[in-house]
């Protein structure tokens, strides 16, 4: 072999070693003029790039002794060596910066690689294909209303449906395009199998955990491992073809845009090109914001018939006339006796958010969780057998770099009998315990600035109304309830990335050994915290602001200040004025950041290595040229995964199901924001990162899990809302006990302060409350609790029986996709079969009919009891035996 190098000083340079254009295992790619049709291939123009490995030295002559680590080249040597004596042909390349050289390892791996590869890992490859047809709900509606869909488009290319079965070598020939090594395994399945043999490739000891690529990044010697996007994405700007279009173009160009918002998203072109998981993940989200239309609907339906409620309710005009009626006591220690009719707007805004309609949008979205969540798995379920995962088991997991170089022992699997880094189960045990506690102290730290806001906003109140200015004074109470809230959602944001941070650092130290575990570790833990930081203020207002206030004379305070009350509209108000703030303002900044931090951080390092490529032109004197795709792949954002977009769009379903009786308007604000998400999410993927490593998955893990949990919270949570927030049952109880009409509500809900306060201030005043002149409780207020509690228990039987039936009627996985399944599973215990004539004997002539068509059944004579054997089926025995 000899060494040979072209474009010499160019931002790229070439070393290749030149073998005979074999496909034996181990050898080297030829050096052979490179192909202008596909650029993810060698420099021979024909061996296709499957993956890339990157790592970078200093350029300098006089530090690249001193700064690279002999360590780390010996184990990059040992790696690759391996990856080569393996099978996979390999070619390096560099590209030179004037601070930096990048060298990067084209991997590739030939057709007897695959083959063994694909088996060890059972690969799903093609039997026949399916002529079926996948429609979603939406359009199964429009097509029974015989009316045309607008959400529909035709995108090109549309990947075709197989039946398949497990990958098998024996059997190649009863694989559907087996004939074309080139097309028969899909790209995404060779990156599958490349990245296998990375993760198994030993480069050191193996019972110190020195074993795949993984390890080798947390190590930094390689910066980077990754597969290549298919072309570019943008869409030529003359005229072509559709069908001429590479994958990612078509999901640029009919998924990516914003002019797409309307349409559905391409999910078998997003399976095909970034795997099951990410396909998932969308087909979620767009399951889930497809839900949110007719939610969405209802809630605007509702806020807008409370206008209608707000000029005909009896006590809003009760309120609005009574003139000096009710004369109010003072809302804190320094405030003054304020008229009752004097929060007229205020009272009738607050009916917008509390009349009889939001009742109904309760019951209607804690039915609609239920129910969305026992649909998507159905999709799911669909969703997991049309993309060969229905029956897809995660194989025996490779531990965890982190876990292989910090573990103190080492073990031997019982299921591969190799010796692997061990664990303590007992002090992993301690470790957890201790978290749990740190947990908990992050969540009592939470507490302490709820309590700190909450003191804001009586501090700020008192403050304002020693103002000199009339306005102020008058929307005191408004103004520190809107700056909390501001402050809350900052307070959160804050809090949200330390106990992330924090979240990773203790996740790493229970030394979890499989990244799934690891993964729904740290899940659990940021959920846990997230709902307590995201809900602890909502759930304040709704069920404790107000509670504890005490009563003229005899009032409660908190470190010497009185205890907050509801604001002049109630509480329902302020609670939908906090959702506001959080969820929209929470959706605002994350979209903004999902916008511009990445555009920023890709236009910077594009900048950077511009200004690098035209300092070493201008030194040599040389044209620019294209980058290869390796060099354009490596300039983009590494992949950060989907745990932070589940995240955000499990805490915007607990906003519209928990609180949704005080804010009808959540799930449309929640459905704007999803439109905007989709088209956001899918330009980082397309356009913004690095094309990720395909992931199978059967469904979205976990986080189902929670959205249950988040469902049975809901209910609880609107029931409690509605008994004990809402005006809603003391309305029902005075209507039922002395006025239908409610005529006379006003004066029911308010007492009237005792004696020795109305002497001590020489005045008679009112406060809202149930008691009498000594400052008792009246049998009212002990009617009302009881209707409460049993509201409550009757809302939350009723909603979970009508959620158990739902659960009983639809199945979990639809009739036509378990006949599919049992199909699927008949053609692969065929193909698979070693016998094959017996089975085609047995069952003579072909099935002409339709599946599932009914025939008219052939009579058949019976042989007589002593017939010799067939000569047919011995000739199958003996066939059998050979």
């Known amino acids: 072999m000899k060494m040979k190098r072209e474009r010499k000083g160019n931002s790229s ?18 050096n052979a003029p490179v192909a202008l049709r596909d650029r993810n291939v060698f420099s021979d123009g024909a061996t296709r790039v499957d993956f890339v490995l990157a790592w970078e030295e200093p350029n300098d002559p006089d530090k690249e002794t001193t700064a690279i680590n002999p360590a780390h080249s010996k184990w990059r040597e040992t790696f690759l060596n391996k990856l080569k ?15 930096t050289r990048t060298f990067f390892v084209l991997l590739s791996a030939p057709w007897s690689v695959l083959c063994y590869y694909a088996e060890e890992i059972s690969l799903r490859v093609p039997l026949q294909v399916v002529n079926a047809s996948y429609t979603n709900w939406s359009a199964q509606l429009f097509k029974s209303l015989s009316a045309p869909n607008p959400l529909m488009q035709d995108v090109p290319n549309p990947p075709p449906d197989f039946y398949t079965c497990q990958f098998r070598n024996n059997k190649l020939e009863r694989f559907l395009g087996s004939k074309d090594r080139d097309t028969f395994f899909k790209t995404t399945q060779r990156h599958q199998v490349l990245y296998e043999i990375l993760a198994r490739t030993p480069y050191g000891s193996m019972s110190k955990g020195e074993v795949g690529i993984d390890r080798l990044l947390s190590e930094q010697v390689f910066t980077s491992a990754y597969p290549l996007h298919e072309g570019e994405f943008q869409v030529p700007s003359w005229p072509v073809a559709p069908e001429s279009l590479v994958l990612r173009q078509i999901l640029y160009g009919y998924w990516a845009q914003w002019s797409c918002w309307r349409r559905y998203q391409p999910l078998d072109h997003i399976r095909e090109y970034f795997g099951e998981k990410i396909a998932l993940y969308f087909a979620w989200l767009g399951f889930y914001t497809g839900w949110l239309v007719p939610a969405s609907l209802v809630g605007t339906l509702v806020f807008l018939a409370g206008f209608w409620l707000m000029t005909t309710d009896i006590p809003a005009q009760e ?33 917008l958010f509390d009349n009889g309609g939001t009742v109904f949008l309760s019951v209607f979205m804690s039915l609609w969780a239920v129910t969305f969540l026992e649909y998507w798995k159905r999709t799911c379920s669909s969703l997991s057998h049309r993309w060969d995962c229905s029956d897809f088991q995660d194989i025996e997991e490779r531990p965890r770099p982190e876990f292989a170089t910090l573990a103190p022992m080492t073990m031997r699997n019982p299921l591969t009998g190799a010796e692997e880094p061990y ?28 309590i700190a806001i909450i003191l804001y ?48 650092i203790l996740t790493r130290w229970e030394m979890h050994r499989t990244q799934t575990k690891y993964e729904d570790m740290f899940i659990l833990k940021v959920f846990i915290f997230q709902f307590v930081n995201f809900y602890s203020s909502p759930v304040y207002i709704a069920f404790f602001k107000g509670r504890f206030v005490g009563y003229p004379g005899n009032y409660v305070s908190l470190f010497g200040v009185r205890n907050e009350d509801c604001g002049a509209g109630g509480c329902l108000i302020e609670l939908a004025q906090e959702l506001l703030v959080i969820m929209v303002g929470k959706q605002l900044i994350n979209n903004i950041q999902e916008f511009i931090c990445p555009k920023l951080r890709a236009w910077w390092q594009k900048r950077k290595r511009s ?15 294209d980058m290869y795709p390796w060099e354009a792949n490596y300039q983009l954002l590494v992949c950060e995964g989907l745990f932070s977009e589940y995240l955000e769009m499990v805490i915007q379903f607990g906003f519209i199901t928990i609180f949704v009786a005080a804010c009808p308007l959540a799930p449309l604000f929640a459905l704007i924001n999803n439109w905007v998400e989709i088209r956001l999410d899918a330009q980082k993927f397309v356009t913004e990162y690095r094309r990720p490593v395909v992931e199978r998955a059967q469904d979205i893990g976990i986080w189902f899990d929670i959205l249950q949990f988040i469902a049975y919270m809901a209910v609880l949570g609107n029931a409690f809302l509605i008994a004990f927030t809402s005006s809603f049952l003391p309305r029902l109880y005075y209507g039922y006990t002395q006025d239908e009409s409610l005529s006379g509500f006003i004066n029911f809900t308010l007492a009237t302060s005792p004696r020795n306060y109305s ?9 809202r409350g149930f008691r009498d002149e000594n400052g008792q409780y009246l049998p009212e207020y002990f009617h009302l609790l009881a209707i409460r509690l049993a509201f409550v228990i009757i809302f939350e039987h009723v909603v979970f029986f009508i959620g158990r039936l739902i659960d009983l009627m639809v199945p979990d996985i639809p009739e036509e996709v378990e006949l599919k399944m049992k199909r699927e599973h008949y053609m692969a215990k065929e193909a698979l079969a070693e016998n094959q004539a017996l089975g ?28 010799p054997q067939s000569p047919t089926l011995m000739g199958i025995s003996k066939e059998a035996d050979t």
């Open 13 to 30: 340079a070439l070393i290749t070693l030149e073998t005979k254009p074999d496909i034996s295992n181990g050898s080297f790619a030829m």
């Open 85 to 99: 004596y393996s099978g996979l042909l390999l070619e390096k390349r560099d590209m030179v910066q004037p601070k």
């Open 319 to 351: 309120l609005c006339n009574s003139g000096n009626s009710f004369i109010m006591c003072p809302l804190c220690n320094i405030c003054s006796f304020w008229n009752y009719s004097s929060i007229c707007v205020t009272y009738k805004a607050g009916i």
């Open 423 to 450: 664990f303590p189960e007992k002090t992993r045990f301690n470790r957890v315990l201790t978290g749990s506690m740190i947990m908990i102290i992050m969540v009592v730290v939470v507490l302490m600035f709820l």
């Open 457 to 504: 906003r009586s501090i700020l109140s008192i403050v304002i109304s020693k103002s000199s200015y009339r306005f102020l004074i008058f929307s005191a109470g408004r103004i520190a309830s809107l700056t909390g809230s501001v402050l809350n959602l900052l307070v959160i944001l804050i809090l949200s990335r330390v106990y992330i941070s924090l979240a990773h």
């Open 611 to 625: 200004r690098r490529v035209k300092e070493i032109q201008e030194e040599e004197g040389e044209e620019e040229e």
């Open 759 to 767: 002497q001590e201030n020489r005045r008679t005043c009112r406060y």
């Open 840 to 867: 085609r004997a047995m069952i003579p002539g072909e099935l002409n009919s339709a599946p599932g068509e009914p025939r008219q059944r052939k009579s058949r004579p019976s042989p007589p009891q002593s017939a």
